[in-house]
């Protein structure tokens, strides 16, 4: 424990004479030549020897200040006193709440021959990796759930198929109807989960097709004609092409169709969606706007969210699965674009993507 022996001999010495081959390099070299954030300790624990990687990690420079006064870890304390006194290296595991929660993973080794008595400490930032990995969770969990509420109804309707309603046509073509609007869904929320996961896989590498996406809004225009005309809504596009960007037609298809279906179901009370597609500069354009009942600001950073919604039973209830705009986004950012949303309450919302101009 601290503070270590003190009358140990001082390792300043060791850490100026050390010399390895006749180039002098000096382990000060070697300390800030490593990738990783890395320190060495010396036996009454202060900081002898940092590199830049250690100030970045830990937002401070503990050159020359007692180990505890910038890593207050009391199992990295611990960790450093027990291998000066002679125990094996070891990992440790630790928290900082300040100024942002992290967590670090600290490999606390000896350093230096009998009687030498320092320690290196490599610091490794777990953060973003435990960040990845619950999210990853969370969507195992979500995707599970998802698909478990379709199959539970299925499931409850053969029951009554086989049991109560055994001998009731009447009954059992309607919930023959119902188990199909069912099993619509659980195909829906598959097939948008596996282009999730077929774009999330390509998302570094950018397409270079020709693609007018003047030709695009009026291709969407068409094929969403008779869902326009089913919800009431005008479904108009200005776009005076070709305007050319470098990518996937099919998935740039899917963007404005995501976007303009989202327009007829959630904003057709406006009774009107306009696609608009212009060139801004060196960049292309695309614009949904509709005239329904907007989003509230709280919600609008999180729309991008895979399986968030603002009101599940509405998403559900229009056949939605939450995963449309998670979609649009990674789309987007395969195409080196940008998807911004500007929505007020009242008035409607309009969701824009840029794309740099061919
Ligand atoms: P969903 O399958 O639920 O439509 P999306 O990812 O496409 O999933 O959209 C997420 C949520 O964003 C929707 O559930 C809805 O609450 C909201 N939303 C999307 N577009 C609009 C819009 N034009 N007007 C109002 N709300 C919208």
Redesign the pocket.
């Known amino acids: 424990m601290w503070p270590f022996n003190k009358n140990a001999q001082s390792p300043a010495a060791v850490i100026d004479a050390p010399v390895i081959q006749a180039e002098r390099v000096t382990a000060f070299d070697l300390v800030r030549a490593l990738p990783d954030p890395v320190m060495v300790i010396g036996r009454d624990g202060t900081v002898l020897m940092v590199n830049e990687q250690v100030k970045a990690a830990l937002d401070a420079d503990p050159l020359g200040l007692h180990l505890s006064a910038t890593v207050r870890a009391p199992a990295v304390l611990d960790a450093v006193s027990d291998v000066i006194d002679g125990e094996a290296a070891h990992h440790v595991e630790y928290e900082i709440r300040f100024p942002v929660p992290r967590t670090f993973q600290a490999y606390v080794s000896p350093v230096g021959g009998p009687g030498c008595g320092m320690a290196v400490i490599v610091l490794r930032d777990l953060t973003r990796e435990q960040q990845i990995e619950r999210m990853r969770a969370d969507f195992v969990a979500n995707a599970s759930h998802e698909l478990r509420t379709p199959l539970a109804s299925l499931s409850g309707f053969i029951e009554t198929i086989q049991g109560a309603a055994r001998n009731d046509e009447k009954a059992q073509t309607k919930f023959l109807g119902l188990m199909r609007s069912q099993a619509d869904r659980m195909k829906r929320l598959i097939d948008d989960l596996l282009s999730l996961s077929r774009i999330e896989m390509n998302e570094h590498v950018r397409p270079n097709a020709e693609v007018d996406l003047a030709q695009v809004a009026n291709h969407v225009r068409d094929v969403l004609g008779g869902m326009a005309k089913d919800a009431g809504c005008e479904l108009r596009v200005t776009a005076n092409g070709p305007l050319i960007v470098l990518g996937s037609r099919d998935e740039l298809v899917q963007v404005v169709q995501?976007?303009a279906?989202?327009?007829l179901?959630?904003?057709s009370a406006g009774k009107l969606v306009e696609i608009d597609v212009r060139r801004d500069g060196a960049t292309i354009e695309v614009s949904?706007r509709?005239h329904?009942?907007?989003?509230a600001a709280e919600?609008i950073p999180r729309?991008?969210e895979r399986f968030?919604?603002?009101?599940?039973q509405?998403?559900?209830s229009?056949?939605?699965?939450?995963?449309?705009?998670?979609?649009?986004k990674h789309i987007v950012n395969r195409h080196r674009g940008r998807l911004t949303i500007t929505?007020e309450i009242g008035r409607?919302?309009t969701?824009a993507i840029r794309i740099p101009a061919k």
């Open positions: 995501n976007l279906e989202n327009a179901k959630y904003g949904v509709d329904g009942p907007g989003i919600h729309l991008t968030y919604r603002v009101n599940v509405d998403s559900r229009r056949g939605g699965t939450g995963l449309g705009l998670a979609i649009v929505s409607g919302s969701f």
